[in-house]
């Protein structure tokens, strides 16, 4: 993102270390910080501990799906592509390269800074805003895509589980929506109803609740963005 900052050496750090470990794949630590955060710290290079995905599953659960604090071998993501138009493309794109991944780097020191800019895109989120519902598309696109890769099966819980991870994140953001609260409610219960519901043997009445989601932020009495 054009507001973020990030340590002076980040990204060379990874790449050598990369090479030097022959690894597809880096990890960041990445924290949020105010829009007018002015640190710009140069760090000393520090050395990453290597993985692999399918020996250390766990890794799944403490990784922010965002691509600023990461850097892909061009054969990892060769054919890979980000949904277009939508928010929360990282979320389908990040976690399936994950898996494809044979060897990653993990860095622990945060070097990238993501600055929150209530005038950003993902801030809009805080107000009334039906682009919410693009997380339901990330999710399509994210399972589909492990599926095609043939890891499904095999990290069901972990994607099943960050799924309704992020989908809980978006019960946070209707809270603190100012819209009158028997709507505010009934958003908030539908999408707890997804929560409990998403998983792929239940795709047509998560569907239903998707289109009604939509019809009720469509028919809201108040700006929606």
């Known amino acids: 993102d054009g507001d973020d900052l990030i340590s002076k050496n980040m990204y060379q750090n990874f790449y050598y270390n990369m090479k030097a470990y022959d690894a597809d794949l880096t990890i960041g630590n990445l ?3 105010s829009k007018d955060y002015q640190q710009f710290i140069v760090t000393n290079p520090e ?12 890794i799944l659960w403490n990784q922010d799906p965002s691509c600023g604090p990461k850097l ?15 928010l929360y493309e990282d979320l389908a794109f990040t976690y ?33 805003n039906k682009k919410i519902l693009d997380i339901l598309d ?8 492990c599926i095609e890769l043939g890891k499904y099966a095999e990290y069901e819980d972990y994607i099943e589980n960050l799924i309704k991870e ?6 946070s953001y209707v809270m603190v ?24 043997n239940h795709t047509e009445v998560a569907e239903i609740i998707r ?3 939509k019809d009720i932020l469509q028919n809201l009495n108040h700006k929606i963005i």
């Open 31 to 33: 924290i949020r910080v």
């Open 47 to 58: 050395l990453p501990t290597p993985f692999n995905i399918a020996k250390n599953k766990h």
């Open 72 to 86: 892909f071998r061009r054969d990892l993501i060769e054919g890979e592509k980000f949904m277009e138009g939508k």
């Open 96 to 128: 399936p390269v994950l898996l494809k991944s044979k060897r990653a780097l993990l860095f622990h020191r945060a070097d990238y800074f993501y600055r929150t800019n209530p005038q950003g895109i993902m801030s809009s989120t805080l107000k009334p």
């Open 138 to 145: 990330a999710v399509i696109v994210l399972r589909k895509r």
């Open 166 to 171: 992020h989908l809980i994140y978006m019960l």
């Open 177 to 200: 929506w100012e819209i009158p609260e028997l709507k505010k409610q009934e958003i908030l219960n539908l999408l707890q109803q997804l929560c409990e519901i998403i998983a792929p």
């Open 211 to 213: 289109i009604k989601l």
